[in-house]
């Protein structure tokens, strides 16, 4: 659970930090004062939202890979089905893909902070293109694992591949609907926009590139956990 | 969209029109709130009833011959699930988190409206498909509500064919409905307040709600991540928590999974849960008291860092659910230690809550009587978790009538007054209406002095070593005659808070036609819902204008002022109002 309890200590480090901050009032002495102001707060709404759901994310994630490391755990000792697996090498040509659509959205984002929606359009699709092709390599990795005849479900080294790989995909194809939903906007014309519709194309720019890496790390944490077994 | 949440707007904007947009697909708040409501309630009462067929076979053993113990086993299960997931945590969270979030903080809505009206439905879904597990071949799962491999999985545990997956597929629907609303519940408390609402003017509820949203986003994955490789276990054959063994004299096709590794995940999940139901307990008991007692909270900074600090201590405390699993001896000295320091700011917020009490205004309406009925059986749950919490102290009273009495007390009882007061609290608010006294006092006293009468004897039960989870005891030796005796009083005790229960339904439903107009505010409360243009609130909540917040929550009772509360959103002598 080393994994899960360090993510909780981390979410609960980082809510106190922002909790210490406003905390430290006294509400009955104080009266009167009107502190905050609603003009500025809704526009970053749903990025806290992200960034809770994240914390989801993660927790989730942060499980599995504790599940995984106790299991192996007992594997050493007790429990003897685990055959460690000789991971496709095709993972890492997977991962080197996810790291540059990573980059070609970080890319998309800076075009779109500049107004510039042609480059958006541009990398904003090749980020696109470039995770289907990650996930059409995952499944090839799945293809190769089975081909090679040795693993079944009762090995849980092999079922925790399948699961962990799966999960992120999963996740990667949320973030694609949501990009999908997105550049459909972008590539109805940007022209048309006013002020506001521009600024939220930005700003679901910015959640998918956040998101984005978020998932990159993820399965730069769980590719590790896997090549170490 | 967000900005929804809390513009000031001088026109009705998306105002639904259709029957259908305001009471089907509603994305107000509110209605959201009722539904979520009425849908836990409902599940509630057949968990209810679940619970006095059980009753009926310890009362009276081989009384009943339609409770086989294959039903019984089954109707432990589904009572356990029920009450734990799809009353308690949906009608905390799901039903008053929605309806006082926005309400409290001075907002027109959740920021995420329709996510939020898409929670309810997955709920809805998961409520659907948990109960169509009563009438798949096999019947729901009987492996008890920890579901502990490997015999939830085994052949010859009730619901072993169809009703433990349609068990572990509900519960990760609920899982994605939580977290639909969960993100809802947090990020609106964090970015839809009106003006002036500091974190530190929030009612003690909403902070309730707040953490306890926290926990339930961080600690749900676990229990999604055992449901997710339980069903694997079970459909595909893998050996995630299976171990290899003899089923009914044959070879298991598992080949030797970890049954300790679910239950690892299954407690890092249950243990935040039993917060998940109480913190919006403590925060909503914390309002009650004070605008009953005509006082502000003892202690208001300090019951939000107990809140914080039982929040965060909740998770390092799940394996003390496990000291007769099996740990290093180590171990269970560290869950035992949080285990107890857990108890600190739990007894800072039963002395503030007492601390409110004293020499304040008590106006004993029904709201009132649940709200210290609750500190009565919190505190007497929390004590005998004192027992439970000591490794030694544990391992002979583990799996006995003593841990039964304990957790209905403590996150059974208490969190249910809590609920039926702020139901009849709140009730004017949601339907214009007041609910009857008598009734609301009668049935506030066949409950609490009804689950008395159930839980108390059952702990004198348990030190008699007398096992839980048994369908019938026959001629035991070491229970006495006396004990069968207990056991039958206990069922009448049941029987009479079952019907008490039907009293409440009587209530609800009498008062919501000819109960007494309430008003806008009927308990003179300062919190901002009791200050809306209309009741019951309308779409929008706030009229034209948002409101703007001056104070805390909890002037009540001071000196030199005309009134003996002063609303949060009333400006101070001598400043102009904003709102």
């Known amino acids: 659970m080393l994994p899960a309890m360090l993510i909780a200590m981390l979410t609960a480090i980082t809510v106190w930090w922002l909790l210490i901050q406003q905390l430290k009032e006294k509400p009955w002495t104080k009266q009167g004062v009107v502190p905050t102001s609603q003009e500025t707060i809704w526009t970053s709404a749903p990025k806290v939202g992200l960034w809770v759901f994240l914390a989801v994310v993660s927790s989730l994630f942060g499980l599995f890979a504790s599940a995984y490391m106790m299991r192996l755990h007992d594997a050493h000792g007790s429990l003897k089905s685990w055959q460690p697996l000789d991971e496709p090498s095709l993972l890492w040509i997977n991962t080197v893909i996810l790291v540059l659509a990573s980059g070609a959205m970080q890319i998309a984002r800076t075009r779109a902070d500049r107004d510039d929606f042609d480059g958006l359009r541009r990398y904003f699709t090749g980020a696109g293109v470039l995770t289907v092709a990650f996930l059409v390599g995952q499944v090839l990795a799945w293809v190769q694992l089975n081909a090679a005849g040795a693993y079944g479900p009762g090995n849980p080294a092999y079922a925790f591949f399948i699961l962990l790989t799966a999960t992120h995909g999963l996740h990667m194809v949320g973030g694609l609907v949501v990009l999908g939903r997105t550049a459909s906007r972008v590539w109805r014309g940007v022209a048309k926009l006013n002020v506001v519709g521009r600024s939220r194309i930005r700003q679901s720019v910015q959640l998918c590139t956040l998101y984005w890496h978020w998932l990159l790390l993820v399965w730069l944490g769980l590719f590790a956990l896997l090549l170490s077994t | ?579």
């Open chain 2, 1 to 579: 969209m967000a900005y929804v949440a809390i513009a000031d707007r001088d026109h009705h904007l998306h105002d639904p029109t259709t029957f259908i947009e305001k009471y089907v697909w509603s994305q107000d708040h509110k209605v959201i709130a009722i539904q979520y409501g009425s849908v836990a309630i409902f599940v509630g009462l057949i968990a209810l009833v679940l619970s006095l067929m059980m009753r009926l076979q310890i009362g009276f053993p081989g009384t009943f011959t339609f409770i086989t113990p294959y039903k019984y086993y089954e109707f432990v299960t589904m009572h356990g699930m029920i009450m734990v997931i799809y009353l308690l945590t949906a009608l905390f969270l799901g039903g008053f988190g929605n309806y006082l979030i926005p309400l409290m903080c001075g907002a027109r809505d959740m920021v995420f409206p329709y996510m939020n009206m898409l929670s309810f439905w997955v709920y809805l879904v998961s409520v659907i498909v948990l109960l169509s597990s009563f009438f798949v071949p096999g019947g729901p799962t009987g492996a008890g509500w920890t579901l502990y491999p490997p015999q939830t999985v085994l052949e010859g545990t009730p619901g072993s064919q169809w009703g433990i997956v349609l068990m572990l597929a509900s519960l990760a629907i609920f899982i994605v409905a939580f977290t639909m609303g969960g993100l809802n519940y947090v990020t609106t408390v964090l970015q839809a307040r009106c003006r002036g609402m500091t974190l530190m003017r929030m009612p003690l509820s909403v902070w309730g709600i707040f953490v306890a949203t926290i926990l339930g986003l961080l600690a749900f994955p676990a229990l999604l991540v055992a449901a997710i490789m339980m069903l694997l276990d079970r459909l595909i054959g893998t050996s995630f928590f299976m171990p290899a063994l003899l089923s009914l004299g044959e070879q298991s096709g598992h080949e030797g999974g970890s049954p300790i590794l679910f239950q690892h995940l299954f407690w890092f999940f249950g243990h935040p849960e039993v917060y998940i139901v109480a913190l919006p307990a403590f925060g909503i008991v914390s309002d009650l008291l004070s605008t009953h007692a005509r006082k502000n909270i003892f202690g208001y900074r300090m019951m939000v860092w107990a809140i914080i600090a039982i929040g965060a201590l909740s998770f390092v405390v799940w394996a003390h659910h496990m000291y007769v699993s099996g740990m290093n001896p180590y171990f269970g000295f560290f869950f035992a230690t949080t285990t107890l320091i857990i108890a600190v700011p739990t007894a800072i917020k039963v002395y503030n809550w007492v601390l409110t009490l004293w020499r304040g205004d008590l106006q004993m309406n029904i709201p009132n009587l649940f709200a210290i009925g609750f500190i009565f059986t919190f505190v007497h749950g929390g004590l005998t978790g004192l027992f439970l919490g000591n490794v030694t102290v544990d391992l002979p009273l583990s799996d006995t009538y003593f841990v039964i009495g304990h957790f209905h007390m403590v996150m059974g009882v208490s969190p249910v007054m809590v609920l039926f007061g702020a139901i009849y609290h709140w009730f004017p608010k949601l339907t214009g209406k007041m609910p009857n006294e008598i009734l609301g006092r009668l049935h506030f006293w066949m409950t609490f002095l009804g689950t008395y009468a159930i839980y108390l004897p059952m702990h004198y039960l348990g030190i008699l070593g007398m096992p839980r989870r048994y369908y019938a005891y026959g001629q035991t030796d070491f229970i006495p005659g006396s004990a069968h005796a207990v056991n039958e009083a206990i069922t009448i005790a049941a029987i009479v808070v079952a019907t008490a229960q039907v009293v409440f339904l009587i209530n609800v439903f009498y008062s919501l036609w000819k109960g007494k107009p309430a008003g806008s505010n009927p308990w003179r409360a300062t919190t901002l819902e009791w200050q809306t243009p209309q009741t019951p609130p309308v779409h929008g909540n706030w009229g034209p204008k948002l409101p703007v917040v001056y104070r805390w929550a909890y002037d009540y009772s001071v000196p030199g002022e005309k009134d003996d509360f002063i609303p949060q959103n009333e400006p101070p002598k001598g400043h102009h109002s904003l709102g």
